[in-house]
């Protein structure tokens, strides 16, 4: 990951420049803006200001500006950003965009950050009803968003495209995106063509109308004629959930570039519409994403009318240390994956009407490796684990936990497209020969939490994975997602 925002950037450090202030009911365009007592009051005159290195611009806590975007054309320098934030006490000041969604009537968006502009951070914030965003930058760099609530817009809180750079999203949340024209996926924060080093960290994404969170790029050029996907995006502590499409998507969209190097960690997906999280490609395109870290992670709770509830398409992901809680009938996809590790995760399902396994590796398959995972059923109907037909040459199971609701003696394993209990799985396919079934009623694996409790057979049962489990205590690793202490 070569994510390399400065500390000094990413704490806020704003150099020693000239501060003004914002009223929007005591202040006065009149006024010159450098005291609360001569504050301005709107927001043109902050757009007709001349900013420079280093300056901040203060809205008034409890104070409304509607029906005028903000526009910042001017660019800071490293240790001296251009700061917008607020002051004095109450609620976060507002920008209100004026727009109307039912019946629409047009507004303006509420932040742009314009041309190729740098060094400018944007804290504290209340920003809603964009006509399609909330903050927009094209081609810009080292620019921080950091504790704003961004809501009601339609198209995106946040988007980021044309090769803008070390970009950090602290915090805040950003809900309810409209998709007004029906034609966009609209996201509560969108990554977009080109660029690298992004940071989404402590995030909270809900009630969008298709994604959480979305990284893709497009097969026709933007506006500076990139198409290449962005690239080297950290999502950490994120809470994406209840969103009408997905907690996540990360999307290809062109025909030739796709190495995204993505890491997904210790964040939350759940409950949401389409997919908790879904690595594809769009049907245009050739090639799906590459190279994305999914680790410590809790999925749950899928809510949509699919039977998919976590989708991973591509090459060279490595997907392990999740919590998996599959929603009845769900299922766990991995499809068209070379060089896939899928390790250490603890899928459990509480029930299962349909047989669907709760796992499915799809053809094709090349060098996919399942080791070390716990698979908790609690339905006498769940199958656990599929290859479908074609894929079982490009598969690698062993030293796994099956921890099931009926004998393991049932049809509860699917070996290139046919259904075979567990002696059978492994002697047919040659899987899991260290691995281990057993019908729950004879096994005490795991508590409430899912944590192992202590006497578990699945305590010291894995295999070492260099770069996966090389923090395990005790003489092998443990399975599942969490190592016993």
Request: glycine content about 12%; hydrophobic content about 35%.
């Given at each position: ?14 150099g ?5 202030y ?18 301005w ?54 920008i ?9 009537a ?27 965003f ?16 961004i809501?009601?817009?339609g ?69 500076q ?25 990360i ?33 245009a ?6 190279n ?5 992670c ?16 591509g ?34 399902q ?85 691995s281990?079934a057993?019908?729950?009623?004879q ?9 192992l ?33």
């Open positions: 990951m070569q994510h390399s925002l400065s500390l000094s950037l990413v704490r806020g450090h704003r020693r420049g000239r501060t003004f914002v009223d929007a009911t005591g202040g006065s365009d009149a006024n010159d803006g450098r005291s609360t007592g001569a504050a009051q709107t927001l043109a005159k902050v757009n007709a200001a001349t900013l420079l290195p280093g300056d901040s611009v203060l809205l008034k806590r409890g104070g409304v500006w509607t029906g005028t975007r903000l526009v910042l054309a001017a660019s800071g320098v490293a240790g001296a950003p251009i700061t917008v934030g607020a002051y004095g006490s109450g609620a976060k000041p507002v209100d965009g004026g727009t109307v969604f039912s019946p629409y047009a507004g303006v968006d509420c932040i742009l950050i314009s041309g190729s502009q740098s060094y400018v951070t944007i804290e504290n914030l209340e920003l809603r009803n964009g006509n399609d909330g903050i927009s930058m094209a081609g810009c760099g080292n620019i921080v968003v950091a504790d704003c609530d809501h009601d817009f198209n995106d809180g946040i988007l980021v495209f044309s090769g803008s750079h070390d970009v950090t999203i602290l915090r805040g949340t950003y809900a309810n995106a409209k998709n007004r024209t029906g034609t966009y996926v609209s996201s509560g924060i969108e990554i977009g063509d080109g660029g690298q080093n992004f940071l989404i960290d402590g995030a909270e994404c809900y009630g969008n109308a298709t994604c959480g969170i979305a990284c893709h790029n497009h097969s026709a050029a933007d506006p004629g990139r198409t290449d996907v962005p690239r080297y995006v950290t999502i950490r502590n994120v809470y994406s959930h209840d969103n009408t499409g997905s907690g996540a998507q999307l290809t969209g062109d025909t030739t570039n796709n190495p995204f190097d993505m890491t997904i960690e210790d964040s939350r997906f759940a409950s949401n519409g389409t997919y908790d999280l879904n690595l594809t490609k769009t049907a395109s050739t090639v799906f994403p590459t994305v870290t999914v680790r410590r809790t999925l749950q709770n899928g809510v949509g009318a699919g039977s998919v509830q976590v989708q991973v398409q090459t060279g992901h490595r997907v392990y240390r999740n919590l998996l809680q599959l929603s009845a009938d769900k299922q766990v996809n991995l499809s068209s994956c070379t060089d896939l590790e899928f390790a250490h995760n603890t899928i459990y509480a029930a299962n009407t349909t047989a669907a396994a709760m796992v499915v590796v799809g053809s094709p398959a090349s060098s996919v490796r399942l080791r070390d995972n716990l698979w908790l059923a609690g339905s006498t109907g769940a199958f656990l684990l599929g290859v479908a037909t074609g894929a079982g040459a490009g598969v690698t199971a062993d030293y796994n936990f099956y921890d099931t609701a009926a004998a393991p003696s049932g049809l509860r394993w699917t070996w290139n497209g046919t259904n075979v209990t567990y002696a059978n799985w492994q002697a047919t396919s040659g899987q899991d020969a260290h281990t057993f019908q729950r009623a096994v005490v694996a795991v508590g409430s939490d899912f944590h409790q202590a006497g578990s057979p699945c305590i010291d049962a894995g295999v070492a994975i260099a770069g996966i489990n090389d923090d395990y205590l005790g003489a092998a690793p443990d399975l599942g997602y969490a190592e016993k202490a």
